[in-house]
């Protein structure tokens, strides 16, 4: 992870550089203002400063790049360039200037709709009052503000600062906290784990369950339709969600849609016979009734289900729009799992994702999809904990 820091009169002028430079893959870590300097200083307009974190191999590659063009011979340089250039460093090269003028032409309109507006920018709201980013307890305190401004727990914030602050000791390089930090963060995250299918011919059973309307319906429609459709798997689909009748509706709209069979579980003693008829599957998705966790009537039912199961995966899906304290109360109610991976829903809908390094932290569970939207199948995905990790430390230039 390197860090750089960029000048411009206002903070859009500061952003393009940052984006000429580091391309649309970098990472605004803080904005503030600077006095600019001499002896009207008082007097002169504040210049914005950004501080912009990309990675190091990203880089590296743009470094090369500029370095060849301004300094080479040219005729050798391009002589050289020529005869080595293979198809991927053409498409790598072709991919930057793409990222540039993306980025660019993302800019200019940003620029021109806010100047239509009249409107600020929200990066002048952000400034903090930091006194410098010279050295990395300064900017350990920008990533910890981050942390929070992401609603992250306070204590879990204080727990990644500290972890970064015993590796990399107070004398670091900036550029070397930011890489800790960012390794801490992915650390906490883990690997995404996905629907992993059974490989002795009996059909993987797996479970959704989570609080009311958070889309474990829709969710389990969108996978259904992939495995069924993508991998061409055969999916049989079951409901234990009788508590509305629409609920049976909903999912037996889905399964008609993709031809896929359906059947309704109306007791815990029903599921060993449901999962029987279904031995021929490779893949048997489950429903439940979503709990809340003021009725503890539905807890019990769903503990007797899941233990009737005795499903391959179980998979607790949360809205990332849930608040940090919510979050707490909802993994506190689904203790009583032995084992489960975590689906981040809505996450179209989410500011900011703490609740997702909140709940990876606290259960020590897998993450797996995160899904993006209503649309079925297109809006859900295996969770880019790359992307949630940059968008952690910073926001993201896009
Ligand atoms: N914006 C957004 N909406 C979603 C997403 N996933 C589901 N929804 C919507 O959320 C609402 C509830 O979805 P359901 O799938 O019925 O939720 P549920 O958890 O099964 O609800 P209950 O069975 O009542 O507990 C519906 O309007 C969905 O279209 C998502 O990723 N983003
Ligand atoms: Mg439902």
Known sequence: MKIRRYVGKDTQEAILKVKMDLGNEAIILNTRKVRQKGPLKFFKKPLIEVLAAVDEEYGKARENQFHKKSYGTPSADFQQDHSQIGPRIMDKKLHDLENKVSGMEHMIKEIYERVKTNQPTNMLEQQSNLASFTDNASVLKIFHNNLL?????????????????????????????????????????????????????????????????????????????????????????????????????????????LGIPISVVYSAADIQGALEAYSDKDLVLIDTAGSSHVNRLQFDELKTLVSATQADEVYLVISATTSPKNCREIIKNYSFLEDYKLIFSKMDEAPVLGIILNATYITGKCISYITTGQSVPDDIEIANTDKIVKSLMGSIVK
């Open 149 to 257: 401004n992401n609603e992250v727990d306070a204590d879990i914030a204080d727990w990644v600062i500290n972890a970064v602050k015993e590796k990399v000791g107070i004398g670091s390089s900036i550029n070397d906290t930011a890489s800790v930090l960012y390794n801490v963060l992915s650390g906490v995250l883990g690997k995404p784990e996905v629907i992993k299918l059974r490989q002795d011919g009996r059909p993987t059973v797996i479970l959704f369950i989570g609080p009311t309307g958070v889309g474990k319906t829709t969710t389990l429609a969108k996978l259904a339709a992939i495995y069924a459709i993508n991998h061409k798997k055969k999916v049989g689909l079951l409901t234990a969600d009788t508590y509305r009748i629409a609920a049976v509706d909903q999912l037996r709209t889905y399964a008609e849609i």
